[in-house]
């Protein structure tokens, strides 16, 4: 019975990791011919992490790493797809995870800067070799094949990442100093000039008010 339990536990892992593969293989494809449709609205930044984190919990929880997130005490709002932006940093967390040895530690922060709000997925797992750095965001292009994991895809997630966050009228880029000094990945959206208004439920016609009340979320979120 144990040993049926660990194969049927394998099998699960293999076939939701198939069925990522297939969902972004799909994406590129919708994205390439112009097809995916962006459903956008104003977004708290808290929602859209939120979402990142809570599915990538499980793979994080498998590899034994502690996340840390840290998104600051003011509110921070974007306008662009619910769905999309949290594919992004869900992407970029579960590939923080499979290159990182067992045990790890693995960050994600947000800082607002001006018009803009930065993102940092930083981990202390394999690295990165310099030489690869500029190809890493082109469509199945793996970075070094002896670092390959039992979990590495076919080599569309950052690429997926790239075009997600161009669409959004933003910019990725990596970080490394090398092999074995773990990777950065910094993401760069623009913010909202403004918090987004909503009708006050019950009030009178015309009344509105406006986001931007501090977030008990907010701040660094250890033991994700």
Not at 48 to 77: F, K, N, Q
């Amino acid at each position: 019975v144990p040993d049926a339990r660990r194969s049927r536990a394998v099998i699960d892992r293999q076939l939701q990791h198939l069925t990522r593969l297939i969902d972004d293989l799909l994406d590129i494809s919708r994205i390439t011919r112009n097809k995916l449709v962006l459903r956008r609205s104003p977004l708290d930044l808290v929602d859209i992490i939120t979402g990142a984190v809570d599915s990538s919990r499980p793979l994080m929880e498998e590899c034994g790493h502690e996340l840390t997130v840290s998104l600051g005490s003011e509110p921070v709002y974007v306008d662009g797809d619910a769905v999309r932006l949290s594919q992004i940093f869900q992407n970029l967390l579960n590939n923080a995870a499979k290159y990182t040895d067992r045990g790890g530690r693995i960050s994600l922060t947000a800082e607002r800067q001006d018009d803009t709000v930065v993102l940092r997925v930083k981990d202390t797992g394999v690295g990165i070799p310099p030489d690869t750095l500029p190809r890493l965001f082109e469509m199945f292009y793996q970075a070094d094949r002896s670092l390959e994991r039992p979990q590495s895809g076919l080599g569309v997630g950052l690429a997926l990442v790239r075009r997600l966050v161009e669409a959004h009228d933003g910019r990725v880029q990596a970080r490394s100093e090398g092999t074995g000094k773990g990777s950065e990945f910094i993401v760069r959206l623009p913010v909202l000039a403004k918090p987004p208004v909503v009708p006050v439920p019950g009030g009178q016609p015309g009344e509105e008010r406006r986001h931007g009340t501090a977030n008990p979320r907010r701040g660094r979120q250890p033991g994700f």
